[in-house]
């Protein structure tokens, strides 16, 4: 790789740490002698980057330093390119319009040497089962997560009974051929999944949630013995 991308990489194994790490691990991880690994920290540091550290101690990046996130690897263009594709293809009208319009705005502030990468990839999103239509908006079921409002709703079960229930939203799960609406239900005192096709009526309730979304969505996580993949 270039020295360039070789600087970004050693950024982004940093951001990754939060206790220092030894100048060893990151020379091992970046495939580099322990002098190269010394120069770059040396020319990250004159360039701005606020890394504390020493050879023998150990580094970390302090979180006053922000990457400039527009600053991408040919890995990582393809891998939001798959992405974007993924979306346009398998959510919803309103999603695919804010991935398209995301993706042309990457490509305007790119290299033009990473810009051709983003119409030359050859990895592809192929053909979903097509998703049924919903009844409810997809984009009030997300308001309703994003801003932690309860939902009534309608629900039309396999069987063609319908109930009414107040649910607490915490999660949005878009599958081949369906989406489900992850949920605490009030009616059954646990938590529900309800396919977004058989929600035939929904209405934001009143009030918040008395648990927020994330803590929902973290003990869904552990009684179902489900890791969180997601880094951020």
Known sequence: MSRSERLLQL????????????????????????????????????????IEGE????????????????MFTRDEIEALM???NFVAQRTDDSFATAARDALAKI???LPDDLRGSLGETSLLAGPG???PVNRVAIGLLRQ????????????????GQTSRRTVWPFALSYFDGARVLMTWCTLRHDF???RSERIETADLGA?????????????????????????L
Not at 19 to 29: D, K, Q, Y
Not at 144 to 152: I, K, S, T, V
């Open 207 to 231: 009030g918040r949630y008395p648990k927020r979304r994330a803590a929902l969505l973290k003990e869904w996580r552990q009684r179902n013995n489900i890791p969180n993949r997601l880094i």
């Open 11 to 50: 950024l982004q194994v940093l951001r990754r740490h939060r206790l220092p790490v030894s100048g060893g691990t990151l020379a091992a991880e970046l495939a580099i002698s322990l002098r190269t690994l010394y120069r770059d920290i040396a020319t990250l540091q004159a360039q701005g980057a606020d």
């Open 107 to 109: 490509n305007a502030v």
């Open 129 to 131: 089962i097509p998703l």
């Open 192 to 194: 529900r999944n309800f």
């Open 82 to 84: 798959l992405g974007f």
């Open 55 to 70: 050879a023998g101690i150990g580094y970390v990046l302090k979180p006053t330093y922000m990457l400039p996130p527009l």
């Open 144 to 159: 309703a997560l994003r801003q932690e409002y309860p939902l009534d709703i309608t629900y039309r079960d396999l069987s």
